[in-house]
Structure formats: structure tokens, C-alpha cells
Nanobody, 122 residues
């Protein structure tokens, strides 16, 4: 069973930066495409960024140019660097392995980690 442990969230002022991390317990991390999701109160979980096994990245429009997803296969870790943060970025952030579908990506595992809370507020 693959497990996800997210960390690095916190409280940051608008315009600030934060980097969140996710360690994945699997022996084949390098073979997986990875995704960062977020869920704000009262809203559905949304996919914000993906990175393939060969490090091709993709972003949802609302974070493009501000967020950067990266991975370290030696550490089984995926990162999300978030710059120019806005109050609407406030959410719990989760990672999961993802697979490509005709209309985008979907999470591979139904079991999620605990997530990491990111709050953008003055």
C-alpha cells in the first residue's frame, strides 16, 4: 500500500512563498507520475499540478506562473513551490500518484495522506 506524507504548510501573508513536500512510500517512485491537489473548505478537491516520470509538468490555470512542481527520485519526494500566494490559495494540500486519462489525470489511490494546511492571510 502506497502512503503519502505531506508537510511544509503554514500561515503566510499574501504575496509570500511556501514550499510543501510529500514523501511517498514506494520502491518504484521514479516510475510514477505525481500530482498535487488541494481542497478548500466547502469545495471539492482539485488538481493543481502534475509531474510525469520524465519530469514534464502541467498546471491548472489559476496557479500557472506562480507554482512549480518538482521531484527528487532519490528521496521519493515531490515538492510544490508556491510563490505570489493569494488568499484563494488557502486549502489543505495533498499529493497522490496520478494516471493519464483522455480528459486529464486522476488519482491512482483512494487512500490519501493527512495533507498539509496552507493559509494565506494578512
Amino acid at each position: 500500500q502506497v502512503q503519502f506524507v505531506e508537510s511544509g504548510g503554514g500561515l503566510v501573508q499574501p504575496g509570500g512563498s511556501l514550499r510543501v513536500s510529500c514523501v511517498v512510500s514506494t520502491s518504484i517512485f521514479s516510475a510514477y507520475a505525481m500530482g498535487w491537489y488541494r481542497q478548500a473548505p466547502g469545495k471539492e478537491r482539485e488538481l493543481v499540478a502534475t509531474i510525469t516520470d520524465n519530469s514534464t509538468t502541467n498546471y491548472t490555470a489559476s496557479v500557472k506562473g506562480r507554482f512549480t512542481i518538482s521531484r527528487d527520485n532519490a528521496e521519493n519526494t515531490v515538492y510544490l513551490q508556491m510563490n505570489s500566494l493569494k488568499p484563494e490559495d488557502t486549502a489543505v494540500y495533498y499529493c497522490n500518484t496520478v494516471r493519464r486519462r483522455p480528459d486529464g489525470y486522476e488519482p491512482m489511490y483512494k487512500s490519501w495522506g493527512q495533507g498539509t494546511q496552507v493559509t494565506v492571510s494578512s
